[in-house]
């Protein structure tokens, strides 16, 4: 396993982080065990999980898989706070309260001492950032979390809280938590270029655009399975990414893939990997054959070639389906609140 640097830290990951969104839900806890014991295998050592996945199943699940393997200690664990886990009006948000309180919740769950990288899952325009930073550095001197990130900011927000953690003397983010696939690299307009200016890690969620990038659905096919299913009324989510020119990409992935003897699948986790500034992605397998499918874009090689032919149909920093920047889940407005 080839470890990188996590930004300006020092500390090394795999280029393969473990994402465990599906545990609990879609993927039962003997599967959960099973995928996670094939990670330390394959020498990942970086594992991502959220409070709000299956209201805090998923880290419950994810903390008796890591005892049973003894391997805590060697794994950079990361979870995320900002989704509500309540009814109670303060059980969401980038305020102090929900933050700590979540924080001690994630660690009982996961079964810890101490989380590697906390993440705020959302920006929020309705708290100020010192008071979400603040909160945040708390914590890390409390020795309950070791480093802090952001998850699906805009560029000018992560360098606005760099901005604010120096003016303030606080711990500053260390990592984004982006969404890129070759569908939509807007990313690589500004927060990627910011990221390695300021020594920001960057790793992708959903790289394989909630599995329409495997190369499952065909052009003009019925959708029979996956998350694109045909089944009641169809959504905006899903009829954005039956367009011409996602297609066109899927298929220029699939002719590579099979020069290669790969997967497409593979293929495209393998060009996220190769990517610029970028650490590596976030796989999120359901099942334990879906990971071990995903593990083989370890050994898959792409070269400048292999980049310029895909740039030819999902341009550099273009967009062909947007994705969570832009569905109300990301609050990208600006502060209503002045230092």
Not at 197 to 211: D, F, K, Q, R
Not at 230 to 257: K, M, N, Q, Y
Not at 272 to 294: I, K, N
Request: aromatic share 8%; with cysteine.
């Amino acid at each position: 396993m080839e470890y990188r640097g996590f930004g300006r830290t020092g500390m090394r990951v795999s280029p393969w982080c473990l994402g465990t969104m599906n545990f609990g839900a879609a993927t039962s806890e003997e599967d959960a065990h099973r995928i996670v014991r094939l990670a330390l295998d394959h020498g990942i050592n970086f594992v991502d999980t959220a409070n709000c996945y299956q209201n805090g199943a998923s880290e419950e699940i994810l903390g008796r898989a890591l005892a049973s393997t003894g391997a805590r200690d060697r794994v950079v664990l990361a979870t995320k706070v900002n989704v509500r886990m309540g009814e109670d009006p303060n059980a969401a948000g980038n305020h102090r309260r929900h933050i700590i309180e979540q924080c001690h919740a994630s660690l009982r769950r996961l079964g810890t001492d101490y989380l590697d990288v906390y993440y705020i899952h959302r920006p929020s325009s309705e708290v100020p950032i010192d008071e979400t930073l603040r909160a945040l550095d708390d914590l890390v001197r409390a020795g309950l979390v070791r480093y802090i990130g952001t998850s699906s900011f805009a560029a000018w927000q992560v360098l606005e809280s760099l901005w604010v953690a120096k003016e303030y003397g606080l711990n500053r983010f260390v990592c984004e938590q982006s969404p890129y696939h070759p569908l939509d690299r807007r990313i690589e307009r500004e927060l990627l270029p910011m990221a390695q200016t300021y020594g920001i890690a960057v790793t992708s969620w959903s790289p394989l655009a909630g599995g329409f990038l495997t190369g499952k659905y065909r052009r003009g096919a019925d959708r029979t399975e996956g998350r694109f299913r045909a089944t009641g009324t169809p959504s905006d989510w899903d009829d954005r990414h039956f367009v011409p020119a996602a297609f066109d990409v899927v298929e220029l992935l699939g002719e590579i893939a099979a020069e290669k003897g790969c997967t497409t699948a593979q293929l495209t986790l393998a060009w996220c990997a190769a990517q610029p500034g970028m650490v590596g992605p976030v796989l999120g397998p359901r099942t334990v054959e879906q990971f071990t499918e995903q593990l083989g874009a370890i050994d898959v090689v792409v070269t400048d070639e292999d980049r310029a032919r895909i740039d030819q149909v999902a341009r550099p920093g273009g967009c062909i389906v947007p994705y969570y920047l832009d569905d109300g889940a990301a609050d990208l407005r600006p502060h209503q609140f002045r230092w």
